[in-house]
């Protein structure tokens, strides 16, 4: 608990994740809003999402981050000011430290539009504060990054998937390369349709994905999807073999992982040593993707090290910057902008 109200906010494509010191919760909500005849703020979040692939044409869905950057900067201050106003709804608000991850490998244009995205979204801002996601990421998962010298992390989320070598307490090399769960649920879709001539929804496809993503399924039992038949035109219900869904995935996997390779090669010698014996941080919401550890394990010869609750690991190391002294120096304010 401390007396001044701060916020640790990982803003990704998929889900946005709110640490509040008030409390010392973390939320976690889809990063999606719900638009009605183009300006009718009709649901935000989880249940912005409900909505999604199944409303009417003037009901309008949509992501405000693309690719891990603002891609619609109006929404994502809808979303974001829904989003505090819900979290302080109980107490007497007065404003708060707003602290913010974001990938290191964007523009400085892009960087920016997190800051004034905060700065302008009404949230009554004191100060704003940048964290680099993969520091944050390292401290999420209880490395103590400011002393490590040379620590491999690889996040993967819904729309990106960010390869980071970190050392120092700062960030080497880095990559945001264009792959995340959303690619994995279209490699899916697609092989389906290709296979079974069956158009299966974003949504069936994921769920797939994490059925089998379960280190407990039981392989014998092909999952089951609904979806429409290209031929017939008709919903049909069909068995989708292990076999067809692990391939499809495996294009996707082995990109990641020669971009991995790019950056081991690019790697400094002399932090080899210990990004050999801490093996590779895998990270993200993607992280327990289906054979995603064991196939890097092969391609790297690395030992790669999976969290509990990879999903949130972002967002606890923000909540360690609020909170332990010893960390906030590795958040930084960006020059010349001082808050509204
Ligand atoms: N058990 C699981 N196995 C595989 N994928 C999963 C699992 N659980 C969640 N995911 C996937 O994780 C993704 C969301 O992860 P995350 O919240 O880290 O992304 P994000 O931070 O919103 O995106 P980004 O970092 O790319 O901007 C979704 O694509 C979801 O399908
Ligand atoms: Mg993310």
Redesign the pocket.
């Known amino acids: 608990m401390s007396n001044v109200p701060a916020f640790g906010i990982?803003l990704?494509?998929?889900?946005i994740k709110i640490y509040n010191n008030m409390d010392g919760s973390i939320m976690r909500e889809k990063?999606m809003i719900a638009v009605k005849n183009k300006n009718t703020l009709l649901a935000y979040g989880d249940d912005a999402f409900d909505m999604y692939e199944k409303s009417p044409a003037n009901i309008r869905t949509s992501f405000p981050?693309n690719n891990?950057v603002i891609a619609d900067i109006k929404d994502m201050q809808t979303v974001l000011k829904c989003f505090v106003t819900d979290l302080t709804s109980r107490i007497k608000y007065n404003g708060a430290d707003f602290y913010i991850s974001v990938p290191k490998d964007i523009t400085e244009v892009e960087k920016r539009a997190f800051f004034d995205l905060v700065s302008d979204a009404n949230v009554k801002s004191k100060r704003i504060m940048i964290v680099d996601k993969a520091v944050a990421d390292g401290l999420g998962l209880n490395i103590d990054v400011k002393t490590s010298q040379g620590v491999l992390v690889v996040?993967s989320?819904?729309?990106?998937t960010e390869i980071s070598i970190l050392s120092l307490g700062g960030i080497v090399l880095s990559k945001l390369i264009k792959i995340?769960?959303?690619k994995f649920?279209e490699a899916i879709k697609n092989a389906v349709r290709r296979e079974y001539s069956l158009i299966i929804g974003g949504k069936t496809a994921?769920n797939v994905?994490?059925e089998l993503?379960d280190p407990n399924h039981d392989d014998t039992v092909d999952p089951v999807v609904y979806g429409r038949d290209i031929v017939t035109g008709l919903p049909v219900e069909r068995q989708i073999p292990v076999d067809l869904i692990e391939s499809a995935l495996n294009e996707n996997i082995n990109s990641i992982i020669d971009n991995i390779k790019v950056i081991l090669e690019r790697t400094p010698p002399e932090l080899a040593a210990d990004i050999y014996r801490h093996g590779i941080y895998l990270t993200?919401?993607?992280a327990?993707?289906r054979n995603f550890g064991k196939l890097i394990n092969k391609g790297t010869d690395l030992k790669v090290n999976l969290p509990d609750d990879p999903?949130s690991t972002v967002a606890i190391g923000l909540s360690r910057v609020i909170k332990e002294d010893n960390f906030r120096s590795v958040a930084y304010a960006i020059d010349g902008m001082s808050p509204k």
């Open positions: 990982d990704g494509t998929g889900n990063n981050l891990g996040n989320g819904f729309d990106t995340g769960g959303r649920d994921e994905k994490i993503s993200g919401g993607s327990p993707l999903i």
